[in-house]
């Protein structure tokens, strides 16, 4: 199951505190923040492991932005200059059923850096226990 969030026009229901209105950068709708940490809201139907792809720049430097789901730090990534995906895997134990809290804190190496954020993709990955190490094969 795989679920996107345009962030730059969707519904501003999944957009929390830290982040701009829409903004056209680069030819692309953005949200954008300067804050130390920017919340977003992802709704889940099961609490399952997730992958997340965020869509995503930064300006004028590369940033290190820690993931934190439901106050729990979950992981980090590495933003450079120009739009590209990222992507982390976020454990179940991390997730709620309902709206989850996803807040990015962006740690920026220079003065007035932004974070600028495209879209959210988020795949529940499923593991088969007949592909798990030690499992019967053949049945």
């Not at 992981?75 to 996803?102: I, M």
């Amino acid at each position: 199951d795989s679920a996107f969030i345009d962030l730059g026009k969707e519904d501003p229901r999944f957009v929390g505190f830290g982040w701009s209105p829409p903004q056209l950068r680069s030819g692309r709708w953005v949200r954008v923040t300067r804050a130390d940490r920017a919340r977003l809201f992802l709704p889940l139907e099961v609490a399952s492991t997730i992958e997340l792809t965020f869509t995503a720049s930064v300006r004028p430097a590369a940033a290190d932005v820690g993931i934190v789901i439901n106050e729990k730090p979950a992981g980090s990534f590495r933003v450079t200059p120009g739009f590209d995906e990222y992507t982390v895997r976020v454990p179940a134990l991390y997730w709620k059923e309902g709206v989850n809290r996803l807040d990015l804190t962006p740690r920026f190496a220079e003065p007035k850096s932004v974070l600028l954020l495209e879209k959210i993709g988020a795949h529940r990955s499923v593991v088969s226990p007949s592909r798990l190490p030690g499992a019967a094969q053949g049945r």
